[in-house]
Nanobody
Framework: QVQLVESGGGLVQPGGSLRLSCAAS????????VGWFRQAPGKEREFVAF????????YYADAVKGRFTASRDNAKNTVSLQMNSLKGEDTAVYYC?????????????????WGQGTQVTVSS
């Protein structure tokens, strides 16, 4: 089992920045990747980014590419999502998720474990 606890959400003005963190505990050795997803009101959950646990390779959705950066600190078992140049359409509940499987990291169905979610609101 893996437990994920997110932090760092909040209210920010357009153009501002936020940093989300996802602290993992439990069977850390089994994690192959951590993904970030978001869900806005009335919309389906969508992929935002992932980072592979061992090598730190990253991949981003087109909507956030160049603005968001995923990173990890293996010593602290923590993954972060730095979000810059935030827009109103970035408003959503953000979730981190961990998987034991390899590949297809953009699909939410690939992930075994999910955090509780943190609200990000971009508004003036």
């Amino acid at each position: 089992q893996v437990q994920l606890v997110e932090s760092g959400g909040g209210l920010v003005q357009p153009g501002g920045s936020l940093r989300l963190s996802c602290a993992a505990s439990g069977s850390i050795f089994s994690i192959t990747a951590v993904g970030w997803f978001r869900q806005a009101p009335g919309k389906e959950r969508e992929f935002v980014a992932f980072i592979t646990w061992s090598s730190g390779g990253t991949y981003y959705a087109d909507a956030v590419k160049g603005r968001f950066t995923a990173s990890r600190d293996n010593a602290k078992n923590t993954v972060s999502l730095q979000m810059n140049s935030l827009k109103g359409e970035d408003t959503a509940v953000y979730y981190c998720a961990a998987t034991r499987f390899r590949g297809s990291y953009t699909s939410g169905f690939r992930y075994d474990y999910w955090g509780q979610g943190t609200q990000v609101t971009v508004s003036s």
